[in-house]
């Protein structure tokens, strides 16, 4: 069974930075694409980041480009977003999820395995 844990989470003021973590266990975590998704009271979960099982190739929704930076360790299993220059409309909770695949998907259904969340607050 693939648990996915996230830590980072936390209240900012907007212009701050955070580094949201998630901790991987029960698959072989290099075989496999992770993602980083968002989801805002009222509305639809939505894509943010994807990186490839090898940290080779990312993606980015339009609205963090520039600000946001994902990365991954898969000697330590884990898989990391650097969030800086955040704003108010950043306020969601994140979501990391794995793929059952290795390359990258932006479509949150392409991803099997999910973690609980964390809550990301940007005051302005």
């Known amino acids: 069974q693939v648990q996915l844990v996230e830590s980072g989470g936390g209240l900012v003021q907007a212009g701050g930075s955070l580094r949201l973590s998630c901790a991987a266990s029960?698959?072989?975590?290099?075989?496999?694409?992770m993602g980083w998704f968002r989801q805002a009271p009222g509305k639809e979960r939505e894509f943010v980041a994807v990186i490839n099982w090898s940290g080779v190739n990312t993606y980015y929704a339009d609205s963090v480009k520039g600000r946001f930076t994902t990365s991954r360790d898969n000697a330590k299993n884990a898989v990391y977003l650097q969030m800086n220059s955040l704003k108010p409309e950043d306020t969601a909770v994140y979501y990391c999820?794995?793929?059952?695949?290795?390359?990258?998907?932006?479509?949150?259904?392409?991803?099997?395995?999910w973690g609980q969340g964390t809550q990301v607050t940007v005051s302005s």
């Open positions: 029960g698959r072989t975590f290099n075989n496999y694409a």
């Open positions: 999820a794995m793929r059952l695949g290795s390359e990258a998907n932006i479509l949150a259904d392409e991803y099997r395995y």
